[in-house]
């Protein structure tokens, strides 16, 4: 069975891409780090209603849809539960403004019960290259889809 849903945040208008551009719903503020790269702080996603799902859980499917300027690339995708990041990081610095991480069978390199999921985030980190140029993030919506077996 597979179960996916919003996290609660509302995609921009559709006009033919990824998730709209009408009005931002988040805008990403870049800082500028050691290494002069831009980095964003680290955003988390929740609020999913995950209580339906039950058994064992098969896999993890991630989709963020943003806007981002050319030179703005993943720094972090993961999963975060209880003040920590956990599993694999599935940034992939090829990413498009419309990316899906894991699939159906990946576990993203941890082992989570159906209860586990009800304090379930998700993290997500941009950076962009050197200073001085001006690039923007705009986070539209992060959605989530479970599979699991019953």
Avoid: F
Wanted: hydrophobic share 30%.
């Amino acid at each position: 069975m597979g179960w996916d849903l919003d996290s609660g945040m509302t995609p921009r208008t559709q006009d033919g891409n990824c998730c709209g551009t009408t009005e931002p719903l988040r805008a990403v503020s870049m800082t500028t780090g050691l290494t002069g790269q831009r980095q964003t702080h680290m955003l988390l996603w929740s609020g999913w209603d995950l209580g339906s799902v039950s058994g064992t859980v098969n896999g993890i499917e991630l989709r963020v849809c943003a806007e981002k300027s050319s030179r703005v690339r993943d720094s972090v995708i993961q999963l975060y539960r209880n003040g920590s990041l956990i599993g694999n990081n599935r940034a992939d610095s090829t990413a498009g403004d419309d990316h899906v991480y894991g699939s159906s069978t990946d576990l993203w390199g941890t082992a989570l019960t159906a209860a586990d999921l009800q304090t379930l985030q998700v993290a997500v980190t941009y950076q962009s290259g050197e200073v001085p140029h001006s690039d923007h993030a705009y986070v539209d919506t992060v959605q989530l889809r479970i599979t699991y077996t019953p």
